[in-house]
């Protein structure tokens, strides 16, 4: 059996393509959040509108949830690299051109609009093709350590973009950041152009290929026919439905409910990105344990307690708050990074554009729900006390994870026949 899932390929032995591939990303990334920064600065300060913001968020995650499953059944039947190379290439020409407007004093507040859903777009075809081939690319032992890199990443950014965006749009123009965005996006895909991503092979009856909305189906089959995959997905929902809008609450809860400011809620901020950023290094180096589900499972239920502490925190209690966000983004990190490389190590290679599409869309419809609803909860009570309820619902759903044999063991359990 293959270390890959059901498909039936061993990646290369040498893990330098990925390695080069990965680097040329890693600096489109920095440059994507360079941008995405700097366009909420100037969405903030030329409409000071929540609304306008509201809007621009709605238009960003219009596409993970649309888009996004149609993307990945794409992914499991065109060229992986090419999707890629389109995603990179799409984005920075979408870019360019909104550069090209704001040197020309040309631009308009629904040009940022669909900038933004251009670069969504690009990213649900990017997200699932990049992991789909990360597991044909890199050793099965590996995956996890490959993910901690990721949230590296991730933690680096959220800890260097904002004092470096704030210094961009202080000392360069807007078309000035979006070029360096174009630039990085090049130095994504010159590797690509070089250096080879294995293809999954293609299960045809008698030669026919299937429509898309076949194989699509095929994809949500995958998922429901699993029970251990199906009671991730409903897991992620959950968590979805209640942690974005704890997230999304956190100026609230620094303002209203500690009494703190704008240096308390930046101090706050910068030390869930340290927690990514630790989460992420440890990540790489140990490589997860021999059975990554418990290890996920122990960690969301660790993750829960720490954000219901801070539900419980006393007023001005900034240093015990940055703490117990600092611990949160620690075990976010090592939750998402386990049962990604679970993930990546146990769905057949041939389906996992789909899957990880479908789950990642089902996920982020939950997201908006959850804002509807925790605005007016938090105005009714307080933003601790939504805090309080999400980690107390995610340290459950993490405790009783480690006893629901499906969920605990599904590292070992069988898969479904792809249909």
Not at 137 to 143: A, D, E, G, K, R
Not at 374 to 386: L, Y
């Amino acid at each position: 059996m293959s270390d890959h899932g059901s498909g039936g390929i061993e990646p290369s032995f040498s893990m330098r393509p990925f390695l080069i591939i990965w680097g040329g990303q890693a600096f489109s990334l920095l440059g994507s959040h360079l941008v995405q920064f700097s366009l909420v600065w100037w969405l903030s300060a030329s409409s000071n509108s929540a609304t306008v913001l509201a809007h621009a968020s709605l238009v960003a995650l219009l596409p993970q949830i649309l888009i996004a499953p149609f993307a990945g059944t794409l992914v499991d039947r065109w060229n992986r690299r090419r999707i890629l190379i389109g995603a990179d290439g799409a984005i920075a020409a979408a870019t360019l051109v909104l550069a090209l407007l704001f040197s020309l004093d040309a631009v308009r507040l629904w040009h940022i609009y669909v900038l933004l859903f251009i670069r969504a777009t690009g990213a649900a075809f990017h997200w699932p093709a990049m992991q789909a081939s990360t597991t044909l690319m890199v050793p099965n032992q590996h995956l996890a350590r490959v993910a901690g890199l990721n949230h590296t990443l991730l933690g680096l950014a959220g800890i260097a973009i904002p004092p470096l965006g704030a210094l961009a749009v202080v000392v360069l123009p807007m078309q000035g950041i979006l070029a360096i965005d174009v630039v990085t996006a090049l130095v994504a895909i010159g590797p690509l152009l070089f250096v080879a991503i294995p293809q999954p092979p293609r299960v045809e009856a008698a030669g026919v290929r299937p429509s898309m909305w076949t194989e699509l189906q095929a994809g949500l089959h995958y998922i429901l026919a699993w029970r251990g995959l199906f009671l991730l997905t409903v897991m992620a929902v959950i968590i979805n439905l209640l942690g974005r809008a704890a997230g999304s609450l956190g100026p609230i809860l620094v303002m209203r409910d500690l009494g703190g400011g704008a240096v308390e809620l930046g101090a706050i901020q910068s030390a869930s990105g340290v927690g990514i950023l630790l989460g992420g290094a440890i990540l790489s180096i140990w490589g997860g344990s021999r059975r990554r589900m418990v290890a996920a499972l122990v960690a969301l239920a660790l993750d829960g307690l720490v954000i219901a502490a801070v539900g419980l925190s006393p007023r001005n209690a900034y240093a015990l708050v940055a703490t117990l966000v600092l611990a949160s983004g620690f075990f976010e990190t090592l939750v998402l990074g386990l049962i990604g490389a679970v993930g990546q190590s146990i769905i057949a290679p041939e389906i996992q554009g789909r899957v990880f599409a479908l789950h990642s869309s089902v996920a982020n419809l939950a997201a908006p729900l959850g804002l509807l609803v925790a605005g007016p909860v938090a105005d009714a009570t307080s933003a601790q006390f939504w805090w309080l309820l999400t980690g107390v619902v995610i340290a459950t759903i993490g405790a009783s994870g480690l006893v629901i044999r499906p969920l605990v063991g599904i590292e070992e359990s069988p898969r479904p026949v792809l249909v």
